[in-house]
């Protein structure tokens, strides 16, 4: 199953929106599991409902990450998987932007999640850093803590998935609240921007290059193989090359 959405301008900041927070046992989603997930589901800046719950990931959780999100081995024992929760995500996502801080993250998990499951995601997508950083280029720092503080935003418990998702739906109301509808959307639209990509190249390409140090090889016909790289940031580094073929026909060939 392959879940996708395509949004038009016009509806950016009122159409249909989940905030989603996970929290997790590590930093990569393809060797770090999910603990909790929330989604937040909002419509024309009214919130429609809130969903949340515990994840059992299957593997232990560091005790570094459990003193950061206060979840323990012991709260996760008798949670469901996340393939028992696959089909609920998957529904409540269905038909919404996805808008998460650093939203990357989030994104990865969930989609790394749903494939170990053998299923296919994909939504446009929104991240509130570079959402602030667009809105408010003056402003020194777009880290959530930040944030909550700038704009007088409440939060109950900071690294847990349902306070944090409703903070971002608090701050997209007030965002909705001081910016015109008409520059909120041209924000949208500039910081949610895909990279183009090769026609022979699937989609999916963008969303699952990981933002990791590594080394990436490219193929050309036949399978031989014409180039090696390696970089710090795989996902900017890949799609770089792509970008600069759109200006240089002698690497677009």
Known sequence: MQTALTTSSADLSAGAIAFVDVETTGGHPAWHRITEIAIVAMRDGVIEWEWSSLVNPGVTIPPSIQRLTGISNEMVLVAPSFETLADEVETRLAGRRFVAHNARFDYGFVRAELRRCGR???????CTVRLSRELYPEAARHNLDSIIERH?????????????????????????????????????ERVGRRPSLPAH?????????????????????????????????????????????????????
């Open 120 to 126: 296919r995601f994909s939504a446009p997508l929104t």
């Open 201 to 253: 190249l699937s989609a999916d390409l963008i969303d699952d290059l990981p933002e990791a140090a590594g080394v990436y090889r490219f193929y050309g016909e036949g399978d031989a193989l014409i180039y090696v790289g390696k970089a710090k940031n795989l996902r900017e580094r890949v799609l770089g090359h792509f970008m600069g073929a759109t200006r240089d026909s002698r690497q677009a060939r």
């Open 152 to 188: 007088g935003l409440e939060c109950s418990s900071r690294h847990r998935a349902l306070p944090d998702a409703q903070v971002l739906a608090q701050l997209w109301q007030r965002l909705r609240g001081t910016w015109p509808a008409e520059a909120l959307d041209a924000a949208i």
